[in-house]
């Protein structure tokens, strides 16, 4: 028989854990905000409404999707840093968050440890586009055309710094070709002029391109990814001629540190199931994204992985903020 001092010493040990589940249980109680670091209408834009919109379903609480475009995202980041660690402001976590950590010198604050990872959504494929009036066909006929006309083929990208640039400079570095880098606002402002035939290639989101590529006003030479796209199966890979290359971009959920461990293993429940529903995962892959899941440790470990691979990118290829 327990002795009283052993029952509440038992009762103490236990109170935290029963403070957390009720927390979780209770969770949310009001609206909850999921900050956009870019426009609305933009690739994490698309994925925060979906998923914003299966969170409000299943938590029973409106999500507000709210964008804070600027600086590469870093705006938006900063709000949801500087936000309290409550579980009702939440964050769409993507590449330009780990590109951004090497690429500006100053920033007011450390997004690997300012940023707790709650879940992976999607991982999204780029694909190599050229106008048709470039004479390659392929990945190697087109390094034979940039090595026979060096500073000469210029590369449209949606911005310096961005998963369109670096995904870019990462090819020229491997495939040891010379490409003049041609930086827009955005990735329709690039879209327009490589359909003109005013730039001649760009590693441009597979959701943008799709349309273009159907049309025939571009044509693709490969993907970015490890493996081949179900959007554009017959399209080979780049590491198919380049070994070792891989690129993409991802979308996914973050939350201030210090965030109660419980809410953020509640959202990461929640998100997994989403990514399980037929009807959502389908919506999510229409641009050729594949679905992540798994525990915030996981993407936690994903972010940490894309933050080293493209600060090594940055410093070999000079890169900085425009």
Do not use: C
Not at 67 to 87: K, L, S
Not at 214 to 237: E, F, N, Y
């Amino acid at each position: 028989m327990l002795s009283r001092r052993t029952f509440l010493a038992a009762i103490a040990l236990s109170a935290p854990a029963i403070a957390g589940t009720a927390r979780a249980q209770a969770y949310p109680t009001r609206p909850v905000r999921l900050i956009v670091g870019f426009t609305a209408g933009s690739a994490p834009d698309i994925v925060a409404r979906l998923i914003g919109q299966w969170l409000s379903e299943r938590l029973a609480q409106q999500i507000l999707v709210e964008n804070r475009p600027g600086a590469g995202g870093n705006i938006g980041t900063e709000a949801v840093v500087r936000a309290p660690a409550d579980g009702y402001t939440l964050l769409v976590v993507g590449a330009p968050n780990a590109i951004n950590t090497t690429l500006y010198d100053k920033l007011s604050f450390n997004f690997v440890r300012d940023i707790a990872p709650v879940a992976g959504i999607v991982r999204s494929t780029l694909v190599v586009v050229v106008h048709p009036s470039v004479p390659a066909k392929t990945v190697p006929e087109f390094i034979a055309y940039a090595k026979a006309h060096p500073g000469k083929a210029a590369m449209a990208s949606a911005g310096n710094g961005s998963s369109t640039h670096v995904s870019g400079e990462l090819f020229k570095m491997m495939a040891g070709v010379d490409m003049i880098h041609v930086p827009y606002r955005g990735g329709a402002q690039a879209m327009t002029d490589l359909i003109a035939g005013q730039v001649q290639v760009s590693f441009m989101g597979l959701s943008v391109a799709i349309e273009h590529i159907r049309s025939g006003k571009l044509r693709p030479l490969a993907v970015t990814t490890a493996i081949r796209s179900d959007v554009l199966p017959d399209v080979p890979t780049v590491s198919e001629f380049v070994p070792g290359y891989e690129a993409s971009a991802f979308w996914g959920v973050g939350a201030p540190r210090n965030t109660p461990t419980d809410i953020v293993d509640k959202l990461n429940k929640e998100i997994n199931a989403g990514l399980s529903d037929p009807e959502l995962r389908a919506r999510l892959a229409d641009g050729g994204g594949t679905m992540l899941a798994g525990a915030p440790a996981d993407f936690g470990k994903l972010i940490g992985a894309e933050t080293e691979k493209w600060a090594k990118v940055i410093k070999v290829a000079g890169i900085g903020p425009e």
